[in-house]
């Protein structure tokens, strides 16, 4: 027993000696990679595939502080009465979060309106792959990324909110 809780505090310990700093390695015109999630409603979510057929705004979060980012660009978005489908994508590395999925996913749950919660999709398993592919610095700010009908992106911004930004997300609609 000594061994198996020494064997986990070092894992724990090994892991925040790592370096999860990423830069973005995307490029407007890339493909979004595949990635899957779950939404707070309970159903599996495939991105892009899922969204395919239509213009589709994804707003990466990687930190709770990110949804102050996130909450700024819906209220843009709401108030220049912008129509488009819209997701909210909190995405969480490593195996540790992964463990505590449920207890998150309930946090969430319980400050989220449930009819709200199809639009909230969460990926834990495919986290790493989702932040070296958009980077992660300065991880409070959002991921703010267009997707076209084919999954394609067509603007990808990381600065956090500006009326800038939203402007140019209107504009390629």
Known sequence: MKNLILALFLSIGLMGCSSYEHPGQLAVGDAM???TGQSLAGEKVTIPDDFKGSKTLLLFGYKQDSQFDIDRWLIGLD???????VYEIPTIQGMFPRMFSTFIDSGMRSGIPKELWKGVVTVYEDGDKVQEF?????PNNARVMLLDEHGTIIYFYDRGFAVDALNAVRALL
């Open 134 to 138: 958009t980077g992660n610095q300065k």
């Open 79 to 85: 108030m220049t009465n912008t129509a488009l489908n």
């Open 33 to 35: 990679l595949v990635v």
